[in-house]
């Protein structure tokens, strides 16, 4: 899912972050954990959290939500606070049981709330994909506001907001044109936007070699390529380069940003007609957009490659892609990414000019990611909002940069 702003992966160690947890037998509250150090420290990272937590208390755990953060870097280090659901009776004398004085505020009902961050949220989960896969236990790997996942020993169930996409749903169109791009489907749920996805084996490719590059770029743009003749079938939200000027102008007062920067956004704002223009003279055509194509999210095992991530997915310009993935690969790989997908794309399209739309991407991009942010933020309950709440005041002036620059 996607990380903070639109510039590369922070390179540095992940620091450990502080746990302290507020623990819970379904709603009722038995106690605060002694505040434990663990690796790593991206809040939503959980794995460790439940290890430490069923040691302490002799009872299997799942991490329902983050409470609070100490925003010593935003996502990740500090203190971090969370609602941690107990399976059972815990040990007695291990956790400190003075009454919480505002519990029950943290267990009140909360509209926004995520379905895997309510009590029993994620034990639905475990059991759905159990009743699939037979017995085997599942282990919470990550939970934050926009997806829970658990991993088995041969598949991942994961839950995905009611905003955003349905991995299972994706993948089963993209498998159509390409069913070695993604994980097999093992089973999905749309009522409650659970998808079981098969192990993709392998590592995470954050530093792809060129043999990657080239199989995952050109067999996505061959997937994009067939599946923009189905875009309006497609339940994914909507991007779309020319309905940025109005949605951009809309957001500018939504967001902490000076006066300066308001009155170069205005501007910018008049100026994007003839920027998406500018895109669209290059001659590829609306489709669908991963919406975090970066190689974190592909996994190789040094002969097949997939794409493991589709919650971010939205029908937009497929230029998105591309600026996403240079973002994120030093600068020695760009330019044979970058020429990779030219001419995957002039595969596709014999006529079509995909360079020409890099230039015009790089501002729209940014844009499009501001109004992706904005949407995260209106749709997920406050505590959680402290992972996105500076996004899309970065992403746009980024986009300001981009203009400057």
């Known amino acids: 899912m996607l990380a903070l702003g639109t510039g590369s992966r922070d390179s540095r160690p992940v620091e450990f972050k502080t746990v302290e947890a507020l623990v819970s037998v379904g709603a009722r509250y038995v106690g605060r954990a002694p505040a434990f150090d663990v690796e790593p420290g991206w809040w939503s990272e959980v794995e460790a959290i439940n290890r430490r937590l069923e040691e302490l208390l002799g009872v299997r755990t799942v991490v329902l939500r983050l409470v609070h953060a ?116 093992l089973a999905s749920s749309r009522e409650d936007r659970w998808s079981l996805l098969a192990h993709a084996p392998g590592t995470d490719c954050w530093e792809p070699d060129r043999p990657s590059v080239e199989s995952v770029v050109s067999r ?27 949605e951009v102008a809309a957001l500018i007062p939504r967001v902490a940003l000076s006066d300066e920067e308001v009155r170069s956004l205005v501007d910018l704002v008049d100026r994007l007609p003839a920027i998406v223009d500018e895109l669209e003279s290059a001659g590829l055509p609306i489709t669908l957009v991963n919406g975090d194509f970066h190689p974190g999210n592909w996994r190789s095992d040094g002969t097949r490659r997939v794409i493991v991530d589709w919650a971010d997915t939205f029908v937009g310009h497929p230029a998105t892609d591309i600026r996403r993935l240079l973002d994120f690969l030093p600068e020695s790989k760009r330019s044979h990414a970058g020429d990779v997908w030219s001419a995957a794309w002039r595969r596709e399209l014999p006529g079509c000019e995909p360079l020409r739309a890099l230039q015009p991407m790089s501002v729209l991009g940014p844009l499009t990611y501001a109004l992706m942010y904005q949407r995260f933020l209106d749709n997920i309950e406050p505590d959680e909002r402290i992972y996105h709440e500076d996004d899309p005041g970065i992403c746009l002036r980024a986009a300001l940069r981009m203009c400057q620059g």
Do not use: M
Request: aromatic share 6%; charged share 25%.
């Open 220 to 246: 996505w743009v061959g997937a994009q390529a067939a599946l923009a003749a189905e875009v309006d079938e497609l339940d994914a939200p909507r991007l779309l380069p020319a309905s940025l000027a109005d």
């Open 70 to 185: 100490d925003e010593a870097e935003i996502g990740r280090g500090g203190r971090a606070v969370y609602h941690v659901e107990a399976l059972g009776e815990v040990r007695s004398g291990v956790l400190d049981e003075t009454p919480l004085a505002d519990w029950d505020s943290i267990v009140a009902a909360e509209p926004l709330r995520a379905s895997w961050a309510e009590v029993g949220g994620p034990s639905r989960l475990i059991a759905w994909a159990q009743s699939v896969l037979g017995p085997g236990d599942g282990v919470q790997v990550k939970t934050w506001n926009l997806s829970c996942l658990v991993r088995f020993p041969d598949a991942w169930a994961k839950a995905t907001s009611r905003f955003g996409s349905i991995d299972a749903d994706v993948i089963e169109h993209v498998r159509r044109y390409d069913e070695t791009l993604a994980p097999a489907v």
